[in-house]
Structures are given as structure tokens and as C-alpha cells.
């Protein structure tokens, strides 16, 4: 018997409205609708996180909403479409944060596993001047050195990163 962690929410086509049926294809377990033979690859979403100094301190925004609200993560998100990832990277940690940064360099790309379908591409913006404003999807905005990073960190990737980043300075 088969099981999937990662099951996808989607039970009819997106092109015709059949069913959508579970069946091997190509060696690995595949939902496909044999009316019109679409095919869901349940390919993983491009995701964003930065790592952005500020004072010799990191920029952490507090979730506002599912999953973990009122944890705190790196700014971070989706990239859009026709969105390249370093633009997205740039343009989330604006919204999430007020601040206009550059990238200075990825640090990383990674797969948190556990069901959770996507692929997280780590930046580090050089280090950002402004005014703190929390927007967008981001309840709170602020800065924490080391001794004072909050115990509740929503992303266990984040929190390596998080971690690495004051290590190494990375």
C-alpha cells in the first residue's frame, strides 16, 4: 500500500473536472486524470527567506498569519510569477519589513522535507539602513542580536540559518 505526506488538496482535473486518479508513472506515484491525460508533478513551490543585519543584529518579522502565528521568521515568501528569486527576496523583505535592501549573496538552497512541498532559496542582503515597518503579512518587525533571539522561531530552517548566520557571520 502506498502513502503520501505531501498529498495534494487538488481531487478533480484543473483542465477538464474528472477525477483525478493515483497511479505509477515514470517509476514514482503520480495523480493523473485519464480523461484528458493531465498529469500533477506536485513540484515543489520557489520560496524565498533573507537574512538581513541591521546594527549588528538580524531583521526577524512575527507571523500574523497560518502557519505559527506570532512566531517570528526570517522576511520571506513565494516568488511571484515572471519574478526572479533575487527580486522576490527584495521585494518580500519590503513588504515585511520597510526596508530597501540589495542582496548580497544566496547562501543556500535547501528542502525543509516533512510534507512541506517547497524549496527555499537563503539570501543575505548586505546590511539595511531604515525605519522599521511591519506590513504586509508580518504582525511585528524587529532586530535581535544573539542573546536576545526569541525561543520561538517558526521554521526549523530558519532557525539553522538564523544560527549559522551568527556563528560564521556567513
Not at 92 to 99: A, I, K, P
Not at 140 to 148: D, G, L, P, W
Request: a negative charge.
Amino acid at each position: 500500500m502506498f502513502s503520501r505526506v505531501n498529498t495534494p488538496a487538488i481531487k478533480s482535473c484543473p483542465l477538464c473536472a474528472q477525477g483525478l486518479q493515483t497511479t505509477l508513472l515514470n517509476g514514482r506515484i503520480r495523480l493523473v486524470c485519464f480523461a484528458c491525460e493531465f498529469v500533477h508533478w506536485d513540484n515543489p513551490l520557489p520560496v524565498t527567506a533573507t537574512i538581513v543585519p541591521k546594527e549588528n543584529k538580524i531583521v526577524l518579522v512575527k507571523r500574523k498569519y497560518p502557519p505559527f502565528i506570532d512566531d517570528w521568521c526570517l522576511p520571506g515568501g513565494f516568488i511571484e510569477a515572471h519574478e526572479t528569486p533575487e527580486d522576490s527576496a527584495i521585494r518580500e523583505v519590503e513588504e515585511e519589513t520597510g526596508l530597501k535592501i540589495e542582496i548580497e549573496r544566496i547562501l543556500e538552497a535547501s528542502a525543509p522535507g516533512k510534507g512541506i512541498n517547497v524549496i527555499i532559496i537563503f539570501y543575505l542582503a548586505k546590511p539595511a539602513n531604515g525605519s522599521l515597518v511591519a506590513g504586509d503579512d508580518a504582525s511585528e518587525v524587529a532586530c535581535f542580536s544573539q542573546a536576545k533571539l526569541p525561543t520561538n522561531v517558526a521554521f526549523p530552517l530558519h532557525k539553522q540559518m538564523i544560527d549559522k548566520w551568527f556563528a560564521d557571520k556567513l
